[in-house]
């Protein structure tokens, strides 16, 4: 399985930007996946989630100005980030969740593929 991300550039606070994660070796209609994001000097930070069914999840932090989706036929997942703020600043990284654990969380050991990231810097 390979997870890749793509999309992530350096805007200026306000702007938007459209992260993309595009999987092989998998079927997205099965899978429930996430969004993680690290900036330097701080802790993981799960970002959203969504379902095998649709269901969506966010961090207080992002609630309102990030949409999760995912496009089955493509095998693609999505994050549109709009109304970016510097504190928006990290890599950002896609994740597989275990199919066995239930309804997707935030718990980082049950998400069992992860890509290598995408950096998103945002200047004030």
């Not at 998998?26 to 069914?53: C, M, N």
């Not at 239930?102 to 998103?120: A, I, L």
């Amino acid at each position: 399985v390979q997870l890749v991300e793509s999309g992530g550039d350096s805007v200026q606070a306000g702007g938007s930007l459209r992260l993309s994660c595009a999987a092989s070796g998998y079927t997205y209609s099965s899978l429930s996946l996430g969004w993680f994001r690290q900036a330097p000097g701080k802790e993981h930070e799960g970002v959203a989630t969504i379902d095998s069914d649709g269901s969506t999840s966010y961090a207080d932090s992002v609630k309102g100005r990030f949409t999760i989706s995912k496009d089955n036929a493509k095998n693609t997942l999505y994050l549109q980030m709009n109304s970016l703020k510097p504190e928006d600043t990290a890599m950002y990284h896609c994740a597989v969740y275990d199919a066995y654990a239930g309804r997707c969380s935030f718990r980082e050991d049950y998400y069992d593929y992860w890509g290598p990231g995408t950096q998103v810097t945002v200047s004030s």
